[in-house]
């Protein structure tokens, strides 16, 4: 995959910059620019693995009124962080960057991270609930009533559907339950 990496002193034809996640370890390492780093994931994808100095803020939760440029923004591989770029470069923010390729990028070139093992992904939690509710449905239909296939036939098209236009909306139900839940806003949330 290629993406384009533009100087960060002109902006991009949809108002904000981006760059590699190579050049922005060698930013951070070298202390030259002192940028924050948000990171758009949800608090457990955040937990799972992140960044080192980065600053929890979901996407669903990001108050662009708190957020002051230059900054830097970043998500597992790129979609959230453009969406939140748009969204502060609207409200007025200046020097909004996005990391090319986002924490998945920054993993693959070797990059440092924080990890928390006691963290399930929610990618692991979704296959989970989808492959118990098509058994579910494969056991009831089998000894209830043949419409319960249809729970199996349900859950079968909506992971087609996730994988044809990358929205999962049982990643996005699991991600407000109660065990994902963890406190936003700080470096090393949890």
Not at 154 to 167: D, H, K, P
């Amino acid at each position: 995959m290629t993406t384009a990496t533009v100087n960060p002193t002109s902006p991009t034809s949809i108002g904000f910059q981006s760059i590699t996640p190579a050049k922005l370890a060698e930013q951070m390492r070298s202390g030259a620019k002192s940028i924050p780093l948000i990171d758009v994931r949800t608090p457990v994808e955040f937990a799972e693995v992140h960044i080192d100095g980065a600053l929890n803020m979901p996407l669903d939760q990001l108050d662009c009124s708190t957020i002051s440029g230059p900054v830097y923004v970043v998500c597992k591989s790129g979609g959230r962080s453009s969406k939140a770029c748009s969204q502060l470069v609207q409200a007025g923010v200046c020097e909004v960057v996005t990391v090319a390729g986002g924490v998945d990028a920054w993993v693959a070139a070797g990059l440092p991270v924080k990890r928390d093992a006691s963290v399930m992904s929610l990618e692991r939690q979704v296959r989970i609930a989808a492959g118990l509710l098509v058994l579910i449905g494969l056991v009831l239909g089998f000894w209830v009533s043949p419409w319960v296939y249809l729970l199996s036939a349900f859950v079968g098209a909506g992971l087609i559907f996730a994988g044809m236009t990358n929205f999962c909306g049982m990643g996005l139900l699991l991600a407000k339950m109660p065990w994902n839940k963890f406190q936003t806003g700080t470096c090393c949330s949890r």
